[in-house]
């Protein structure tokens, strides 16, 4: 059964503590996404990676966000330092070039305290 | 500026009966659009799709409707279930980017 898998599910952090989430997409697909999803913006597009290279960051906050594809069975979100504001949950997802539809994995709960 | 639009947060459906959940857009450039579904502690799935090119899609229960020159879709489920039960996401892309602009969701309660 092919999934996305999020780790850790969920994490409380300290201001200014580094937060990494990590993603392993479904094998084969060489999309990856990260969103966010908070009450009052819904799903908001983070990062974009086709084929292992950034596409579009232009949602995340560059000078706290970093989001890479060290091999194409990982995906990385760091957050450092870290603030209440990220406080969110952040999902990781996967598919193939020229198909719109992603396979989601189950999130990331974050709260940064 | 949300570029697509679910204007209801909530929706009540009684079991059985048509649920209907709607969507709004106002890029005129966005040529595909889907709709997900997300259970609770869990991401979203991939529901059903509509192409600009077409007016309707169905899928077993679920039919999505495509109005271009209103800048409208729909989903309809019927009959409803209990199972409906859920946030649905609109989601709409332009060209092949594929990067998806997301509504932020209706909860739809089916009652048995």
């Known amino acids: 059964d092919a999934r996305v898998t999020q780790t850790p599910r969920h994490k409380v952090t300290e201001m200014g503590q580094e937060v990494t989430m990590r993603c392993q997409p479904i094998?084969?697909?060489?999309?990856v996404f990260w969103y966010r999803q908070t009450m009052m913006q819904g799903l908001e597009l983070l990062a974009y990676f086709r084929n292992r290279a950034p596409l579009d960051d232009s949602g995340m906050p560059k000078d706290r966000f970093s989001a890479e594809m060290p091999d194409a069975t990982l995906a990385t979100l760091k957050i450092q330092p870290s603030e209440p504001r990220d406080s969110a949950v952040y999902f990781c997802?996967?598919?193939?070039?020229?198909?719109?539809?992603?396979?989601f994995g189950q999130g990331t709960r974050l709260t940064v305290v | 500026d949300q570029q697509v639009k679910q204007n209801s947060p909530s929706l009540s459906v009684q079991e059985g009966r048509i649920s209907i959940l709607n969507c709004d857009y106002t890029n005129s450039m966005f040529d595909y659009f889907l709709w997900y579904k997300k259970y609770p502690a869990e991401g979203p799935t991939f529901l059903i799709s509509i192409s600009s090119i077409k007016d309707k899609n169905e899928d077993g229960r679920f039919t999505v409707f495509l109005n271009k020159s209103a800048k409208h879709l729909s989903l309809h489920i019927v009959p409803s279930q209990p199972g409906d039960s859920a946030v649905y996401f609109c989601a709409a892309s332009a060209g092949n980017n594929r990067k998806l602009i997301w509504g932020l969701g209706t909860s739809l309660a089916v009652n048995p």
């Open positions: 094998l084969g697909h060489n999309t």
């Open positions: 997802a996967s598919g193939f070039v020229g198909g719109a539809e992603a396979f």
